[in-house]
């Protein structure tokens, strides 16, 4: 067991969100709540992480992945009754560092910079506060005429005199852990709520005479604690920016950093240019000199350097380098275009793999096809690879011509350098090199008939 552990509190309802989700399961910027302050204790070199559940547990757990330490809540009697769940499983640790798990803007910096001064001064308690302009909500921290901390008082319970007060707790604090899990067992539930509050637990340390430290942390922005959905999009702003101005220092032009979405979890090369209205999702990696938008979706997908995206969605696909996608492509999960691949508009594509330079300029629908290198797509091609119970392949060999308006009726095959008639419905395989046709031939009647041409005089 470390030296030192993180708690993190997560078994509340979040009652104000009025959501069937967990409050710390809403996600931000790519990762839920929770994930956000784990990254900050992870990044802040805390490997002991536990993390308390209850409301929601099974999902949480789902969502986290077993390979978390987790303490449970049964009962949401409050924080301090929460933070007592975890007696066993932080075991001889002798500092323990406390978190919500619905403050997802904290830094690691900060953490350090508490658990730093918590060491350095010996105290049985170090509180993370902060002074903010609207402490709504919030517990606040009351002092004595020297400065001196008494303790915490919660919004529901205060004084007027005390709501007044600017300076709130963050929900972050360090405790030692001697003088931490013996006051978890004197809490007392008397206040508006009648729960254990941890809060109550500052005081206590006091009336020890136990030495009770505060660290005001720098930037109030990141002790902001997601409550409602209100809060949720304040945090998603903050984080939004954050991540925005990273990119910009290291070289990405973004167009409208108001207007851009970008995940934490996603990867950017230099001298791409993204337009507003862009979302970048997930597990997404992107080259260097592209153009991504406007009004694009790209998730889990990779792009390669120089491509450029308009107004497209992409999920869990890899583009090469040098891609001209869009306007209006909907490229769906296990779509691979190799380099210098044109798909324009309204073109949809899954599950297919496309050759280097071929081209897919407008209309088509390409599911479960292998396309090879330097193949033309003609406009309205369709590849009907669903017979109503299965999918069956497609393939087009390197050099092939697809007439517009085809239908591709799979399984079937396309040798290399053919060539397909337009409005042919291929239903049986095309050697290399050969011209298919597959159309009705044309029959042009000597005379349109009498009725037709006495209504082309009536409608004048
Ligand atoms: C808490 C603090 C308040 C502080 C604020 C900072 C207390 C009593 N109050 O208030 O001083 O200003 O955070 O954001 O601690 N939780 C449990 N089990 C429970 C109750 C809560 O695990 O029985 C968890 C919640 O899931 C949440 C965290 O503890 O992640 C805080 O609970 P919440 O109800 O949001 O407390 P606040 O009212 O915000
Ligand atoms: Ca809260």
Redesign the pocket.
Known sequence: MAETVAV???????KRMHSRLP??LHRVAGRSLLEHVLAATREAGIEDNII????GAGEVKAALGTEQKYAF?E????????LAQAREAAGEAATILVL????PLIRPATLTGLLQQHRDTGAAVTILSARIADPT???RIIRDGQGRVKG?V??RDATPAEKAINE????IYCFAAAFLWPALTRLKPDNDQG?Y???DAVALAVSQGLRVETLVAGDAEE?L?V?DRAQLAAAGAVWRRRINAAHMQSGVTIIDPETTYIDVTVTIGRDTIIYPGTFLEGNTIIGAGCCLGPGTTIRDSQVGDGSTIIHAVVLESTIGPGCQIGPFAYLRPGTILEACVKVGDFVEIKATRVGRGSKVPHLTYLGDATVGREVNIGAGTITCNYDGRQKWPTIIEDGAFIGSNTNLVAPVRVGAGALIGAGSTITEDVPAGSLALAREKQVNLPSRGKKGEEKRQEKR
Do not use: P, R, S
């Open positions: 993190i509190l997560a078994a509340g309802q979040g409050k710390v308390v559940i209850g409301h809540q009962q949401q009697l409050g924080t301090g009754h929460a919500c798990g619905d403050t909500g919030y517990g915490i919660e919004e709130i707790n963050t929900g729960e509050y941890l809060t002790v604690g409550n």
